[in-house]
Each structure stands twice: as structure tokens, then as C-alpha cells.
């Protein structure tokens, strides 16, 4: 699949989520812009459906920036997450972020906003977190990418492994107990 997007030594980056205002998807645009803008050469992959699409698809005209429209096959969605070198969720409000977290089980490491509650999930070896704004995103980019492929993809699906569904409802519940 990987051969369908990115050219060999590209950088590709995946969006996964629905294109709408909360979920900031602009800011994985700029951030391809601003990778490129300091000669990396890196392509968006967006999975993903919502009001917003006309309008980062005339954003992202003249950059490499592929939409996919919404995928109903799970396992599609799984293959473009792992075949991805890095997945972001550049939302500064996200509650869970369940997109990151299948990037991560698929071995995919994760840029995501520092405001977010992603930036509770990862670890530094799973990914990293940013200010909000595209060119903090792409220098966390640059600095996952600077580890060992394998050591990336390895850590990313070990911290997926801690978040089963069991133990994140146990969380959340625990969380929203009133004492």
C-alpha cells in the first residue's frame, strides 16, 4: 500500500479522522507545507470524510496531499495506518483520540497536540506532542523521524498494547467517579 502513496525515502504522514472544524485537520496540511518549506520531503495522506473537505482540498492544491474519502474496510484503514511513517492528530481538544491509537497498534508513531489528551497517551518512544502550530508539528516530525525505523514501530505498538479496551473504560470511569 505504501507504494500507492509515497515515493521510496518520502515521508508519509496520514490524517485519519473526520474532516471537521474541532479536529483541526488544516494544521496536517500546513505542517506537509512546512516540512517541504525545510526540505523534507513528505506526503498527507487523509482518511476521512466531514464538511471541511472542499475546503482543505483547495488548501492543499499544489501539495502533495491525497484524499481518500471515508473507508468503510477497517482493514484498508489499518493498512494505510501502518504503511504511514507517521500519523497526526493535531486537534488541540481531543478527549481519546481512538484514530492515534489505531495508528499506534498498527506501528505507527503519533505527532499530536500538546493540548490534547493524546499527549497523555504517548511516550516519548510512541511518538511526540507539539504546540499548535505547523511548524512546532513538523519539527516533532523530524525528530521521531530521526529514530530507528524499527525502534519506532516497535514502541508504537507496545504503547498501543497498554490501552485495551477494558482497562480504557476502567480509566474513564475511575475518571468521571464523584467522591
Request: net charge positive.
Amino acid at each position: 500500500m505504501r507504494e500507492r502513496w509515497a515515493r521510496p525515502g518520502q515521508t508519509l504522514l496520514v490524517h485519519c479522522g473526520r474532516l471537521s472544524v474541532e479536529k483541526h485537520p488544516h494544521r496536517s496540511i500546513d505542517t506537509v507545507a512546512a516540512l517541504r518549506d525545510s526540505g523534507v520531503d513528505a506526503r498527507l495522506v487523509v482518511v476521512g470524510e466531514g464538511p471541511l473537505r472542499a475546503r482543505l482540498q483547495r488548501q492543499a492544491d499544489g501539495l502533495p496531499v491525497d484524499f481518500t474519502g471515508y473507508i468503510g474496510c477497517r482493514d484498508t484503514v489499518a493498512t494505510i495506518l501502518a504503511s504511514a511513517d507517521i500519523a497526526l492528530a493535531p486537534g488541540p481538544h481531543e478527549t481519546f483520540g481512538l484514530a492515534a491509537l489505531e495508528a499506534l497498534a498498527c506501528g505507527t508513531p503519533a505527532v499530536v497536540s500538546r493540548t490534547s489528551a493524546l499527549a497523555e497517551i504517548l511516550t516519548h518512544d510512541s511518538g511526540a506532542t507539539a504546540d499548535n502550530d505547523p511548524r512546532a508539528i513538523a519539527h516533532a516530525v523530524t525528530a521521531v523521524m530521526s529514530r530507528p525505523e524499527h525502534h519506532r514501530r516497535h514502541s508504537a505498538r507496545r504503547r498501543a498494547e497498554q490501552f485495551t479496551w477494558p482497562r480504557s473504560a476502567a480509566g474513564m470511569l475511575s475518571a468521571l467517579r464523584v467522591h
